[in-house]
Nanobody, 128 residues
Framework: QVQLVESGGGSVQAGGSLRLSCAAS????????FAWFRQAPGKEREGVAS????????GYADSVQGRFTISQDNAGNTVFLQMNSLKPEDTAMYYC?????????????????????WGQGTQVTVSS
């Protein structure tokens, strides 16, 4: 079982930056696919960014490409989401999620049904 704990949310004005962290604990015998999802009130949960801790390959939603960066620590058990040039439409609850990557998997993607470990979420609010 893997536990995920997020931190780093908060309130910021448009154009500002925030950095989210997601720490994984438990038995982690191999590479993990991590992703950040977000859900605004009344909207579906959407994938924002993903990373394979084994290959380091990342992916981003078009809406955040060039503004958000997903990264990992050396151990591959903590991932970060650096969010720059924040917009009011980035306001949402942000969730970290993970699943064990397959041996030959290169890119993880953000297919929500693949992710079976979830954090509790952290709120990001961007004011105009």
């Amino acid at each position: 079982q893997v536990q995920l704990v997020e931190s780093g949310g908060g309130s910021v004005q448009a154009g500002g930056s925030l950095r989210l962290s997601c720490a994984a604990s438990g038995y982690i015998p191999g590479a993990l696919c991590f992703a950040w999802f977000r859900q605004a009130p009344g909207k579906e949960r959407e994938g924002v960014a993903s990373i394979n801790t084994g290959t380091g390959i990342t992916g981003y939603a078009d809406s955040v490409q060039g503004r958000f960066t997903i990264s990992q620590d050396n151990a591959g058990n903590t991932v970060f989401l650096q969010m720059n040039s924040l917009k009011p439409e980035d306001t949402a609850m942000y969730y970290c999620a993970a699943y064990f990557a397959g041996f030959n998997m290169r890119r993880c993607g953000t297919t929500i049904s693949f992710y079976n470990y979830w954090g509790q979420g952290t709120q990001v609010t961007v004011s105009s």
